[in-house]
């Protein structure tokens, strides 16, 4: 097992479904969320907040999962602006390249690992929230 995984140990209410969705598949979708963006302006920063913030109370795991979104959308958010400044001395283009595809497959992972039970912590992501 990588050690950035992390297997969800707390067992909480069997019963707790948010948004009537099982809870992994929730957390997934939380992850994959993040994609919104690529369709809909702003939709990939408002609705991982929007799905965490609805549920954070009742859950441990979605509590974890949504702290550690917040984590990188506000790190790859930090790189996204060095990137753009470092666009003039033309290093910033292909870090901008490798941020986009960072959070593309780092939130793929995440999803699929959320959905087996699994707590990914994302690489490169700057601690701001606490689990």
Do not use: R
Request: proline fraction near 5%.
């Amino acid at each position: 097992m990588n050690p950035l995984d992390e297997k969800n140990s707390n067992m909480e209410n069997p019963e707790f479904q948010p948004w009537g969705i099982e809870l992994n598949q929730f957390c997934m979708l939380m992850h994959f969320s993040q994609m919104a963006g690529y369709i809909v302006p702003v939709a990939g920063m408002v609705l991982p907040i929007v799905m965490w913030a609805s549920n954070k109370d009742e859950s441990d795991i979605v509590d974890k999962h949504g702290k550690n979104i917040l984590n990188w959308m506000i790190s790859s958010l930090i790189y996204m602006v060095i990137s753009t400044f470092l666009v003039f001395i033309l290093v910033g283009i292909p870090l901008l390249f490798a941020i986009a595809i960072c959070s593309v497959v780092f939130s793929i992972i995440g999803g699929i690992k959320a959905n087996d039970g699994i707590f990914y912590k994302y690489p490169l992501s700057i601690k701001f929230f606490n689990k």
